[in-house]
T-cell receptor, first 109, second 117 residues
């Protein structure tokens, strides 16, 4: 299967809270990427972490990568209603992206 | 970053007809283009990888005669869904990579929603 696992499948939080989602993948990777997708729309690239990196920050986003466990996590701090979307991880293996199943995040005001 | 467009953004067709979807890179010449499909509430599945002037490489389980990919230039790739059936209804998304960007970063188009009646 191309897809990795993501958990949770769905997450409902209130504004101001943090949202954490996890991703596991199956193959060796060059990098791991996270994307956001609003309902019925295209993908927005959020952040990329290389295989030799363990943690990366971008604004309210924090990504970790554990290649020994083949897993990554995305933390969104101080969430906003506008963060409501589906979030996908994508493992880059030799130029091909293998997407996780996604986490649907709902942030209520 | 680089801009990738798709046309049309949505299309409705009758069963048995063929539909062509275009993917264009607007700023730069793409080195590689990718086609994905996404069913409702599911993830993206890679269908094929396409390089200009050569045949597309299809993922296992994707029928190449059903999903024809033509990569005619460095800025244009087309996906034709032949003899479409309702089960082909899906969200089709293309992406492209460009020289000069690190990590083979893929830039995604906005997607095309295909509905087959």
């Amino acid at each position: 299967s191309q897809q990795g696992e993501e958990d949770p499948q769905a997450l409902s939080i209130q504004e101001g809270e943090n949202a954490t989602m996890n991703c596991s993948y199956k193959t060796s990777i060059n990098n791991l990427q996270w994307y956001r997708q609003n309902s019925g729309r295209g993908l927005v690239h959020l952040i990329l972490i290389r295989s030799n990196e363990r943690e990366k920050h971008s604004g309210r986003l924090r990504v970790t990568l554990d290649t020994s466990k083949k897993s990554s996590s995305l933390l969104i701090t101080a969430s906003r209603a506008a963060d409501t979307a589906s979030y996908f991880c994508a493992a880059d293996s030799w130029g091909k992206l293998q997407f996780g199943a996604g986490t649907q995040v709902v942030v209520t005001p | 970053g680089a801009v990738v467009s798709q046309h049309p953004s949505w299309v409705i067709c009758k069963s048995g007809t063929s539909v062509k979807i275009e993917c264009r890179s607007l700023d730069f010449q793409a080195t590689t283009m990718f086609w994905y499909r996404q069913f409702p509430k599911q993830s993206l599945m890679l269908m094929a990888t396409s390089n200009e002037g050569s045949k597309a490489t299809y993922e296992q389980g994707v029928e190449k005669d059903k999903f024809l990919i033509n990569h005619a230039s460095l800025t244009l790739s087309t996906l034709t869904v032949t003899s479409a059936h309702p089960e082909d209804s899906s969200f089709y998304i293309c992406s492209a990579t460009f020289r000069g960007y690190q990590d083979n970063e893929q830039f995604f188009g906005p997607g095309t929603r295909l509905t087959v009646l």
